[in-house]
T-cell receptor
Framework: AQSVTQLDSHVSVSEGTPVLLRCNYSSSYSPSLFWYVQHPNKGLQLLLKYTSAATLVKGINGFEAEFKKSETSFHLTKPSAHMSDAAEYFC????????????FGQGTELSVKP | NAGVTQTPKFQVLKTGQSMTLQCAQD?????MSWYRQDPGMGLRLIHYSVGAGITDQGEVPNGYNVSRSTTEDFPLRLLSAAPSQTSVYFC?????????????FGDGTRLSIL
């Protein structure tokens, strides 16, 4: 069965420093993986997706993620944090042969200090 | 461009009351789904639909009913509300149920059951 584990429930960085949000997945086949961001009192917005093309995926707002099959990881990074990046981030995997069903990780709250 | 619209945004119910959470999308998407979000648990799938007239259960369907009479609308019904159903509910849609397609989320309904 597919599953997703986000390794940190909370990450705090200073503005201008790099961001690393960690996600490991479990899947018996090549998965489709997504990162979503949720700002307070808002829905989820797609940051980027991996769908078996390039392993380094670029998303919106300067974020990118690298799919590493050998490590079953899909970590999200950004070179320089901005105050507006403070939000909750979710990693998700889709379920094979079950269409758009998404399995979400528990979420990582990102705080950005001035 | 409205996208996915959820109403109401907030609701307080008493135990045993019933209500319907509304979800509408204007993107002609075939696939629609309902998730609930609880602290530390990410989002969990309640019910989903791959097209008008077709619905199926997700991970946590108990206590909820759905129907899909049109492509645009996918209401979620609580027949007899319980405090355990206090949560934030998100509706999502995607063009089809293909696993590599991202889902578009509404802004959520925040529901409290007293």
């Amino acid at each position: 069965a597919q599953s997703v584990t986000q390794l940190d429930s909370h990450v705090s960085v200073s503005e201008g420093t790099p961001v690393l949000l960690r996600c490991n997945y479990s899947s018996s086949y090549s998965p489709s993986l997504f990162w979503y961001v949720q700002h307070p009192n808002k829905g989820l917005q797609l940051l980027l997706k991996y769908t078996s093309a390039a392993t380094l995926v670029k998303g919106i707002n300067g974020f990118e993620a690298e799919f590493k099959k050998s490590e079953t990881s899909f970590h999200l990074t950004k070179p320089s944090a901005h105050m507006s990046d403070a939000a909750e981030y979710f990693c998700a995997v889709t379920v094979r042969n079950q269409g758009g069903k998404l399995i979400f990780g528990q979420g990582t709250e990102l705080s950005v200090k001035p | 461009n409205a996208g996915v619209t959820q109403t109401p945004k907030f609701q307080v119910l008493k135990t045993g009351q019933s209500m319907t959470l509304q979800c509408a999308q204007d993107m002609n998407h075939e696939y629609m789904s309902w998730y609930r979000q609880d602290p530390g648990m990410g989002l969990r799938l309640i019910h989903y639909s791959v097209g008008a007239g077709i619905t199926d259960q997700g991970e946590v369907p108990n206590g909820y009913n759905v129907s899909r009479s049109t492509t645009e609308d996918f209401p979620l019904r609580l027949l007899s509300a319980a405090p355990s159903q206090t949560s934030v509910y998100f509706c999502a849609s995607s063009q089809t149920g293909v696993s590599n397609q991202p889902q578009h989320f509404g802004d959520g309904t925040r529901l409290s059951i007293l």
